[in-house]
């Protein structure tokens, strides 16, 4: 009999929690084995022990080194799972520009939002994290993306979407992208104020955004 997946689940968050990167990798090997889905086992596993260690960031009872071996452990479950993810190949391609806005290192979430993306059958160009924001211009244009998602963790770093944005008025470029924010600090309201088209609250919302923003 296999194991019960609320159990690896659990475990997963556990891992990710207590920062134990074997641990984290044995049960991401163990769900691979007993055919437990991979997305969920990143979602309802791995991001649910990164939710608890934000919580615990916050709380002041873990500090950076914590956190980034939080974030290791997470990241090495990752690496087995997501060649597991099941593909929607019905998609129609679209092409996302990804990335965390400059001066901003913060791309757990990034992450997560590539693998609904990829997950979904779009092609995603990820620019990885503290991204020069003229490179999100550049990068919509060399690969002619119809979305741009930008992802910021900080209150110092938001203004930068802004910039994007006006960046891409003042070449001329705006009506041939839509563009996509997300990440803790903002909000629908912040994204409509900077001219940005959506925003999105968490990963999953994150495919049904740009299904709707690039159909017609
Ligand atoms: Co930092 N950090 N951190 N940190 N860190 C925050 C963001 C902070 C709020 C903590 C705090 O003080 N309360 C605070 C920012 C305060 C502010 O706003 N000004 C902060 C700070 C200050 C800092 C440093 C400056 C600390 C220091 O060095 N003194 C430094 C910054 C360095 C820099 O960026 N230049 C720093 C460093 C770090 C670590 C390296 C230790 C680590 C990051 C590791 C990494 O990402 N590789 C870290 C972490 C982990 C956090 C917290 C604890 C957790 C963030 C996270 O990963 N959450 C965070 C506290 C918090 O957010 N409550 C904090 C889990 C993740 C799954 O959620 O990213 O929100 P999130 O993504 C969600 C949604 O938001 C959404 O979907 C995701 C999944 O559902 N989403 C999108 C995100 N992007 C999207 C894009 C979309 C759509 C949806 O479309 C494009």
Request: glycine residues 10%.
């Amino acid at each position: 009999m296999g194991v019960d997946k609320e159990e690896v689940f659990k475990n997963l968050a556990k891992c990710v929690v207590d920062g134990d990167e074997e641990g984290a990798k044995r049960w991401a090997e163990e769900a691979v084995k007993n055919n437990i889905d991979a997305y969920e086992a990143i979602m309802k596993g791995l991001a649910e022990g990164m939710r608890v260690v934000s919580e615990l960031y916050e709380k002041g009872e873990y500090y950076v080194p914590e956190v980034l071996l939080s974030a290791s452990a997470m990241n090495m479950a990752v690496e087995i799972l997501k060649p597991h993810i099941k593909v929607d190949k019905t998609s129609k391609p679209i092409t996302v520009v990804l990335g965390v806005v400059e001066g901003d290192i913060h791309d757990i979430g990034k992450n997560l939002v590539k693998i609904m993306l990829d997950s979904a059958g779009f092609k995603v160009i990820d620019l990885g994290k503290d991204v020069p924001l003229s490179e999100f211009v550049k990068a919509a244009k060399e690969h002619g993306a119809e979305v741009i998602g930008m992802s910021a963790l900080m209150t110092t770093t938001m203004p930068g979407m802004k910039k994007v944005v006006d960046l891409l008025v003042s070449e001329g470029y705006r009506d041939r992208v839509k563009i996509m924010i997300g990440g803790a600090p903002t909000t629908m309201d912040y994204a409509k104020s900077i001219g940005a088209d959506s925003w999105g609250k968490d990963a999953s919302e994150a495919v049904g955004i740009v299904r709707s923003l690039t159909a017609k």
